[in-house]
């Protein structure tokens, strides 16, 4: 599977941004997905994941009640809606997945063996 990122931009505080990662390959349509984030001099953190179906979701604390995670396997797209954005969201975002079982390991990034290049959101006070 190959992921693309996109969509990131300025935006700003209590703002919403939905940035998208297209897909290619067979293997999508029974990969779970996620969204990572890195900030300059953090880790990388988990921000969200859904199973293969789009039934299932995990959100990482920081942004549960603000951003919604979806699929359309049909265009081979996952999605990141982003809402209430705040100055501590700002990093660059990175798509991934994995062909594998959900579990309590969805939220690391050691379980994802597809990674797309990252799109920066920048959330301005």
């Known amino acids: 599977v190959q992921l693309q990122a996109s969509g990131g931009g300025l935006v700003h505080s209590g703002g919403s941004l939905t940035i998208s990662c297209a897909a290619s390959?067979?293997?999508?349509?029974?990969?779970?997905m996620a969204w990572f984030r890195q900030a300059p001099g953090k880790e990388r953190e988990f921000v969200a994941g859904t199973n293969w179906s789009g039934v299932l979701t995990h959100y990482g604390d920081s942004v549960k009640g603000r951003f919604t995670i979806s699929r359309d396997n049909a265009k081979k797209m996952v999605y990141l809606q982003m809402n209430n954005l705040k100055p501590g969201d700002t990093a660059v975002y990175y798509c991934?997945?994995?062909?594998?079982?959900?579990?309590?390991?969805?939220?690391?990034?050691?379980?994802?063996?597809?990674w797309g290049q990252g799109t920066l959101v920048t959330v301005s006070s």
């Open positions: 390959g067979p293997a999508f349509s029974r990969s779970n």
């Open positions: 991934a997945g994995h062909a594998g079982p959900w579990g309590n390991t969805v939220d690391s990034s050691e379980y994802y063996y597809y």
